[in-house]
Every structure is written in structure tokens, then in C-alpha cells.
């Protein structure tokens, strides 16, 4: 099994879902940063108790060669999408989009499957595979 499917069920087994997984560097430090959602939110206490198991197991099974600080967090309101999962998850949120050699566009994710997405757009929907996708994330319009 992969570490990715043992973090997996770590974060489960704590009644969440594993987002994602991603090592970032902030101000001279290596962060391994978990990603869990759960369904009514995630807590504080909630990442505290998913560090407090998960950190023995990768004390074991760590992550990468160099020193890192763990990290669990909620994905956030406006998160990445980079896996098919994430965006079958994010079907009818508003979304920003970068196209490789084109530009960003704004729109409706409407449909997603394991080759690519649909968007409604103000030019009506468009169809994109993964391949087509530079970045992509969800957005929140706090107007």
C-alpha cells in the first residue's frame, strides 16, 4: 500500500476524507501539509486528532528524506482542483480556470468524469480535457 492510501485511512478512520497531500516551503521551512474535508466542516480538534495519529505512523513512514513540520488543514473555501475526484467533488461551484495557451476563464463546473470537465461559461459550456488544464481552482464571490 501506498503512503498516500495509509494517510488515507488515518484521516477515515477519524470519520474525514484525505483532500490531498502537498509539501510547500515557508520562510526556510518544509511543510508535508494533509488536506481532509468532512462533510459540516473541518474543526480544530479535528486536525489535532488526525496529527496526533498520523505523526507516530509517519515518524515510521516518513514522507520525504529532509526535516518537515506536519500540517492538517481543511482544503479551504477556495481550493486547488487537480485530481478527477476533486472535481466531481466541486460540480456546481463557481470555478477559475487556466488553459494551457489560452487565458483564464470563470464559469459553473457542470459535469466532470475521469477525462475531463465541462463549464458554463458566458459563452455557454465548454468542454476541456485534464490534458487541456493548466491550473484550476474553486472561487468564492464574497460580493
Same mark, same amino acid.
Given at each position: 500500500? @501506498?503512503?498516500?492510501?495509509?494517510i ?22 518544509? /511543510?508535508?501539509? &494533509? *488536506? &481532509?474535508?468532512? &462533510? ?5 480538534? *479535528?486536525?489535532?486528532? /488526525?496529527?496526533?495519529? *498520523?505523526?507516530?505512523?509517519?515518524? &515510521?513512514? $516518513? $514522507? ?10 481543511? $482544503?479551504?473555501?477556495?481550493?486547488? *482542483?487537480?485530481? $478527477?475526484?476533486?472535481?466531481? @467533488? ?19 463546473l457542470?459535469s466532470a468524469? @475521469?477525462?475531463?470537465?465541462?463549464v ?22 464574497? @460580493?
Amino acid at each position: 500500500m @501506498n503512503l498516500e492510501t495509509q494517510i488515507a485511512k488515518i484521516v477515515e478512520a477519524n470519520g474525514a476524507a484525505l483532500y490531498d497531500t502537498e509539501v510547500v516551503t515557508e520562510f526556510d521551512e518544509t /511543510i508535508f501539509r &494533509v *488536506l &481532509v474535508t468532512k &462533510v459540516g466542516g473541518v474543526s480544530l480538534d *479535528l486536525c489535532a486528532t /488526525i496529527s496526533h495519529e *498520523l505523526s507516530p505512523f509517519l515518524d &515510521v513512514h $516518513p $514522507p520525504m528524506s529532509e526535516r518537515y513540520r506536519l500540517e492538517i488543514s481543511s $482544503p479551504g473555501i477556495e481550493r486547488k *482542483l487537480t485530481k $478527477p475526484v476533486h472535481f466531481k @467533488n466541486a460540480i456546481g461551484e463557481k470555478v477559475k480556470l487556466k488553459i494551457t495557451g489560452e487565458d483564464k476563464l470563470k464559469g459553473i463546473l457542470k459535469s466532470a468524469d @475521469n477525462d475531463g470537465i465541462v463549464v458554463e461559461t458566458k459563452q455557454g459550456e465548454e468542454s476541456f480535457s485534464y490534458s487541456q488544464l493548466g491550473t484550476a481552482k474553486t472561487y468564492f464571490d464574497w @460580493n
